[in-house]
């Protein structure tokens, strides 16, 4: 009987989005130093918080209609952006407004919306040569946007290069939407290279986006989780000041509770300024589904109200500090001489520079086969295949202990390769 290739599906019972491969982060065949994710541990907490949340919120709810199990309002209920601006003012040292915060399911949703409501999808997407490999990809759905890389140096953007290629490639848009263009990036902690982006360059960012009328979009993901700095530097939102004459607000930060509570919650929000913030009340997507996660986001504000979000928080810079500490140190001690790192000041990750003629993947490649370590290539964060001779590294995942075994075996993969693929005169 001839078989109908319809009717054949494979379905693995994944659990988890990093399950499914001998590089399962959970199983021990290998190190995975590629996952940005909260470890079990961190998630293990979860469980009570959750449980605490949940009941403080469904006992307020049963006398309150119910209405969280009704569609919420499209920007988030009044009570979860007034507790989550009191919570952010309060990590930011600096006044969140709730009137400028809207839910969303997460960074990564956030950017779905962004793109799809406020850009002219002709337009253009400049981003950083070396930018969150997952982004490409989602930047890369949209097939008609034009993606532009721009060049990074160590205090953020190359500002000649960004306005450089914004003349290049402005055009005159006539279409509904409000932006020709927009520049997505991480000023805080970027994601691979953790660079916080200078005073300077901020401002200037900000100037050139007045000038030329170009969205910036900030995955502001990882600002919360700072290590050395007091309190978090200062989001590029906060340099978009209202008060100043040619203000407009050209500027979003895009954050999450993945990093700083659970991924698998799915809860986020932008903060916008007004123009924007009335883009998304007229979104159809938004409207239709009653917001995002409206649910999820009622535990979180009763999460918030109950201070139990900022322990956590504080549970979270206790964990990934000493995380960081672990593998940077390893680092310092075994990395060959002629490769660099940059120590983290917060996030998850450290971008490791390697000689020029290497080639990361190759390099990878040999490291995972020989050391059983899994690192990211560089070139996975260009859109152009660049950065070959770059590796990133997560501390995110695993407890010190593994860290250092792993930055150990990592350093000693690197200086058998680097003595294998080097000449000597
Ligand atoms: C820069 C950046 N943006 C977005 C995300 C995904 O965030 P979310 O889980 O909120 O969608 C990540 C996760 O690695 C990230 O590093």
């Known amino acids: 009987m001839e078989v109908n290739k319809f009717k054949e599906r494979k379905e693995y019972p994944l659990k988890h989005l990093f399950d499914g491969s001998d590089l399962n982060v959970y199983e021990s065949n290998y190190i995975n130093l590629s996952a940005g994710t909260p470890n079990e541990i961190l998630l293990g907490k979860c469980n009570q918080l959750f449980e605490a949340a949940t009941k403080h919120l469904l006992k307020y709810e049963a006398a309150n209609h119910s209405y969280i199990f009704q569609y919420g309002p499209t920007c988030g209920t009044y009570s979860f952006r007034t507790k989550l601006a009191e919570f952010l003012s309060k990590q930011y040292q600096w006044n969140v407004d709730a009137a400028d915060l809207v839910l969303t399911a997460g960074a990564s949703y956030g950017l779905l919306v962004i793109l799809s409501t406020l850009m002219d999808l002709n337009g253009v997407v400049f981003l950083d040569e070396a930018t969150y490999m997952i982004a490409l990809e989602s930047i890369s759905d949209f097939n008609t946007l034009k993606i532009v890389p721009v060049k990074l140096n160590d205090d953020g953007v190359d500002l000649i290069d960004l306005e450089e290629k914004i003349v290049k490639h402005k055009f005159k848009h006539g279409g509904s939407k409000m932006f020709w263009g927009c520049y997505y990036t991480m000023p805080t902690y970027h994601n691979p290279t953790s660079i916080v982006f200078s005073e300077g360059t901020c401002q200037t960012i900000i100037r050139i986006a007045r000038k030329h009328d170009l969205l910036i979009v900030c995955d502001d993901v990882y600002n919360i989780?700072?290590?050395?700095?007091?309190?978090?530097?200062?989001?590029?939102?906060?340099?978009?000041?209202?008060?100043?004459?040619?203000?407009?607000?050209?500027?979003?930060?895009?954050?999450?509770?993945?990093?700083?509570?659970?991924?698998?919650?799915?809860?986020?929000?932008?903060?916008?300024?007004?123009?924007?913030?009335?883009?998304?009340?007229?979104?159809?997507?938004?409207?239709?589904?009653?917001?995002?996660?409206?649910?999820?986001?009622?535990?979180?504000?009763?999460?918030?109200?109950?201070?139990?979000?900022?322990?956590?928080?504080?549970?979270?810079?206790?964990?990934?500090?000493?995380?960081?500490?672990?593998?940077?140190?390893?680092?310092?001690?075994?990395?060959?001489?002629?490769?660099?790192?940059?120590?983290?000041?917060?996030?998850?990750?450290?971008?490791?520079?390697?000689?020029?003629?290497?080639d990361g993947e190759k390099m990878c490649e040999f490291i995972l086969k020989n050391y059983k370590v899994f690192i990211i290539r560089g070139s996975r964060f260009s859109i152009e295949n660049k950065l070959r001779n770059y590796v990133r590294i997560s501390f995110a995942f695993h407890v010190p202990e593994i860290l250092s075994k792993a930055g150990k075996l990592l350093c000693s993969g690197i200086e058998d390769y680097l003595a294998a693929h080097t000449t000597h005169e």
């Open 225 to 358: 989780l700072h290590y050395d700095d007091d309190i978090s530097p200062k989001r590029l939102f906060a340099y978009d000041s209202m008060d100043d004459n040619d203000y407009k607000g050209h500027v979003i930060s895009n954050g999450t509770f993945s990093k700083i509570l659970a991924p698998g919650v799915r809860v986020g929000w932008m903060e916008c300024p007004p123009r924007i913030t009335k883009a998304f009340q007229n979104s159809g997507f938004l409207k239709s589904g009653g917001g995002i996660s409206n649910y999820a986001s009622g535990v979180i504000t009763s999460m918030i109200e109950t201070g139990k979000l900022e322990e956590h928080v504080q549970e979270c810079w206790h964990s990934y500090k000493s995380q960081r500490d672990a593998l940077v140190h390893a680092l310092t001690e075994y990395l060959p001489q002629n490769c660099s790192f940059l120590k983290p000041r917060g996030g998850y990750f450290i971008w490791i520079k390697l000689p020029d003629h290497i």
